[in-house]
């Protein structure tokens, strides 16, 4: 099991650019009793409501939306990235609705105030759900962004979450 320390949100002094969008993350979260993840590359960090927040963007088909939506929070994870770059891959390219692929991976599930992360993680972000919209097509400004990324309408849901803690080992 991972020994992991709660830091302060102003030490928390690691590029999002780098966590997210080239060493991914996994969200998780868990409904009534069962935990699925899924790799992401799209989300950010900052500060909303007068709260410090993550913010996440979950395909509306992917199976794990409906864990974010049937609970409190969700945990962001993230790893060393070159040694977890095939697990990673594998976790955000196989569905959980059509194996276990959380004990495939062989990653170990704990838990902070209900929130399922990974031992094996180097930092987790503990989030806490505030806000859910729809991103909608006829909200694009630039028209090309539709088209590139959403030939398929398989359109993301953004959510803002509170983080509540954030743990390093």
Not at 58 to 78: A, N, P, Q
Not at 82 to 87: D, G, I, P, R, S
Not at 103 to 129: F, Q, R, V
Request: hydrophobic fraction near 35%; proline fraction near 3%; glycine fraction near 8%.
């Amino acid at each position: 099991m991972n020994k992991f320390q709660l830091i302060d949100p102003d030490l928390f002094d690691f590029s999002p650019f780098r966590l997210i969008g080239k060493d991914w993350m996994l969200i998780t979260a868990e409904k009534e009793g069962k935990i699925n993840s899924m790799t992401a590359s799209w989300g950010g960090l900052g500060v909303i409501w007068g709260k410090n927040c993550a913010f996440i963007f979950v395909r509306r088909s992917r199976y794990t939306k409906e864990f974010i939506d049937g609970s409190d929070g969700f945990s962001l994870s993230f790893f060393d990235h070159e040694k977890y770059k095939k697990l990673l891959t594998y976790m955000g390219s196989v569905s959980g609705r059509n194996e276990d692929k959380i004990s495939k991976s062989g990653l170990t599930i704990s838990h902070y105030e209900g929130i399922p992360y990974y031992d094996e993680a180097s930092k987790i972000l503990i989030c806490k759900k505030m806000y859910c919209q729809p991103i909608c097509p006829e909200n694009f400004i630039f028209k090309e962004i539709d088209d590139q990324w959403y030939k398929d309408k398989d359109y993301h849901d953004l959510y803002i979450g509170e983080i509540i803690a954030i743990l390093k080992s």
